[in-house]
């Protein structure tokens, strides 16, 4: 069964779909993790971000898997475990260079498509239902207030110790969302046949309770 999961930045869906993961045994599928292998692999060869060509060649030919360990999923990178690799700054600094390439976007899509091939997913995004997974089982698009999502990642940020004040979180919520909207691949749009949730109002535990019951309906 896959069950995706849009919505804007800020409006949950990373925690809900972790908390879902965990708690009905599926697979958290992160589609960011394909994209940091190949700006890892990059690295490691020493290519240039504006070597591109070189880059497509590199994710044609490298092999992604992923495993789960009951707590949390490990990345393979060609059969070694690059979990911790995947997160270091080096690699953050480049990864969304590397995601706008568009041909490694085409070929990262049939690698996560290659990955829930025979398995229960959840997975999340900003295109997971309009152009990932088109045939998911279940499409949910998680949604909430400019102001809400704004004011959840200004507490982030204060308990992480990031000095902002709300007004600029809230202008960086506002530039994402267009942004993101207006991709020329892998924009943001509310599938037609999603289910919308709203969670502007809602408590991260009611969030996960609804997107169980309509995984529960699908089984």
């Given amino acids: 069964m896959i069950v995706a999961i849009d919505g804007p930045a800020g409006s949950g869906k990373g925690t809900v779909t972790k908390r879902i993961a965990k708690e009905l045994g599926f ?3 992160d589609t960011g993790a394909t994209y940091r292998c190949v700006a890892l692999q990059a690295l490691r060869s020493k290519l240039s971000i504006k070597d591109e060509e070189e880059i497509i060649k590199l994710a044609n030919n490298i092999e992604i898997t992923i495993d789960s360990n009951g707590n949390e999923d490990i990345i393979f990178l060609n059969g070694e475990d690059v979990s911790k690799d995947i997160r270091t700054k080096e690699v953050t600094n480049i990864v969304s260079q590397v995601s706008s390439i568009i041909p490694v976007r085409e070929i990262m899509v049939d690698v996560q498509r290659n990955l829930a091939k025979g398995r229960n997913v959840i997975v999340e995004g ?9 045939n998911a089982d279940l499409k949910i698009y998680l949604d909430a207030s400019e102001e809400i999502r704004a004011k959840r ?11 902002t ?5 809230l202008e960086n919520v506002k530039m994402r969302d267009y942004n993101d909207m207006h991709k020329k691949f892998g ?7 999603a289910i919308v949730i709203d969670s502007t109002n809602l408590k991260i535990d009611e969030v996960v309770d609804k997107i169980k019951d309509e995984i529960k309906k699908k089984i």
């Fill in 187 to 193: 924009a943001l749009k509310k599938a037609k046949d």
């Fill in 165 to 169: 004040t709300y007004e600029e979180v």
């Fill in 153 to 163: 990642r200004y507490s982030e940020n204060l308990e992480k110790g990031i000095n």
């Fill in 126 to 134: 900003r295109d997971i239902t309009t152009v990932v997974f088109p």
């Fill in 27 to 29: 697979i958290n599928l």
